[in-house]
Every structure is written in structure tokens, then in C-alpha cells.
């Protein structure tokens, strides 16, 4: 039995949350060191952190998803090919997988915008 279109909007909103939710788990770990992060920070490390503890967390609650969401999956494509890719091509190999999905679900959000339980919605922009 396929799952109902009416749904769409509320599974929508699962996925942002849900990935909003894991990619802020990278941010804390580079700004908060809960858990800890394993290497020292640079700049572009905590510019990402950044994005990823404030972009993850306005994800999560669907506020300017589209906007956020773009940006996100821009700072993910960027360190795929600057943390990962130099490693390997297949991101199996690489340790790039997580990065490479976050990059398209957030490319997906930025087009998709926050599903129906996003404050977007709320507010008439999503």
C-alpha cells in the first residue's frame, strides 16, 4: 500500500527536522566539543561549525528553510570536495557519504522549502 500524497507535507517536514537535527550534532562538536571534535579548528572548520549549529538549528524549527537550507548544502558540497573527495573518488572510500547526503537533502529543502509543521509555514512563506 503506497503511503498517501496527503502525507507529503508532514513527511516533508520530518526529513528537515530530522536532518537539521543530525547536522547540528556537527556544529556542537566543532563549537561546543559535545562530543568531541578530533582535530584543532581552523577558520573554515569553524565557519562551518558555525552554519552547521545555527543552520541546523533554524532547520530544524523551518524558519527561512530555503534560504538556510541553500547555504547548507553549498558548505556541505565545499567540504565534500575539500575534506573528502581528495581522499578518493568513491565516497564509500572517502568517508564523504553523510556530507554528500546532507548536500542534496538541503538542495532538496532549499527547493522544497519547510514542509507543513515549519514555522515557514506558519508565518505563509513556505
Sequence with gaps: MPIPATWSGWLLSVLRIVSGL???QHGTSKLLGF??????????LTGAGVIELVGGALIV???FTRPVAFIASGMS????????APKDFMPINN?????????????????????TLSVD??????
Design 22 to 24: 543530525a547536522f547540528m
Design 35 to 44: 562530543p568531541p571534535f578530533p582535530m584543532p579548528l581552523n577558520p573554515l
Design 61 to 63: 524549527i523551518g524558519l
Design 77 to 84: 558540497a565545499v567540504g565534500y570536495f575539500i575534506a573528502h
Design 95 to 115: 568517508g564523504g557519504e553523510t556530507i554528500l547526503l546532507y548536500c542534496f537533502i538541503f538542495l532538496y529543502l532549499a527547493a522544497a522549502g519547510g514542509g
Design 121 to 126: 509555514a506558519k508565518l505563509g512563506k513556505a
